[in-house]
């Protein structure tokens, strides 16, 4: 026990990470974890051959590390978070996925991003999406 | 990797995969045989991630070393988390939960048998 601590929530909003936040949550931390394992093995052993995607993949994997620990914590300080967060993430699969489209070359290895995604069966797309709309579920009630 | 233990682990991953979504749609938080269920495949990940890397220890050498030993590793930490995290608040949801795990068990060793060819 930490001693005294201000309810997470707040007033009337309901939690990000109670019913089917938990499954949003999980999925985040799937992908945190595959994005952060793929960076981690793409930057250790073949940094040369494609720089710029796997610098993307480790800023995919710490977009969805953040996204993770922000959705589960659930105080109004990490909601705040989740969202930057998560709008970075729709930004950036939006971007990596139409760059990766009109510039092959540039992706020369593939990011979790690359075409939208599709690697990982258009989640990647879909997930901020989710991710966004499940903040406006849950938001606090202004009083 | 061993095939046949590849494609047990699976089929007893989808197994877990359909169980999740039958309790998320009955309604139900997973019950005891399912928690235990979970627990079975999580021993058969594990023992498929003991042999193989018993068999790159022993001289074999995929491919594409490093993101083959990244999956037998990542594998095996899956199902324990998600257990946790469906444990916290049990509802149709933490049935979900546990699904997606075994989805992810199941896709990565589909993946590890592609991975699973010698370098050169």
């Known amino acids: 026990m930490t001693g005294v601590q201000a309810e997470p929530t707040g007033s009337a909003g309901r939690r990000t990470n109670s019913g089917a936040g938990r499954v949003l949550i999980a999925v985040y931390g799937i992908f945190a974890l595959a994005a952060t394992a793929r960076a981690s093995v793409q930057l250790l052993t073949r940094f040369d051959e494609a720089p710029l995607a796997y610098l993307l993949s480790a800023l995919a994997g710490l977009i969805y590390i953040v996204a993770t620990i922000t959705l589960a914590r659930d105080t109004p300080a990490s909601r705040r978070l989740a969202l930057i967060a998560i ?18 070359e540039a992706f020369p290895r593939a990011t979790v991003w690359s075409l939208y995604g599709i690697g990982y069966g258009f989640v990647p797309l879909v997930l901020p999406i989710l991710g966004l709309a499940w903040l406006w579920h849950t938001r606090p009630h202004a009083s | 990797m061993i095939d046949a233990l590849a494609y047990s682990v699976i089929a007893v991953a989808g197994v877990a995969v359909i169980w ?14 399912q928690l235990l269920y979970a627990a079975g495949v999580e021993v ?44 916290v608040e049990r509802n149709r949801f933490s049935g979900i939960v546990l699904s997606l795990a075994a989805l992810a068990v199941l896709a990565m060793t589909l993946r590890l048998l592609m991975l699973w060819i010698p370098a050169g």
Request: no cysteine.
């Open chain 2, 20 to 33: 999740g979504i039958v309790t998320a749609i009955t309604n139900k938080p997973p019950g005891k045989a």
């Open chain 2, 44 to 87: 058969v990940t594990v023992v498929q991630s003991i042999i193989a890397i018993a068999k790159i220890i022993g001289g074999f050498r995929p491919a594409e070393l490093a993101t083959t030993i990244g999956y037998l590793i990542g594998i095996v930490i899956l199902i324990p988390i998600a257990w946790l995290w469906a444990n």
């Open chain 1, 87 to 104: 709008i970075f993430e729709l930004i950036g699969v939006v971007m990596v996925g139409t760059l990766s489209l009109l510039y092959p």
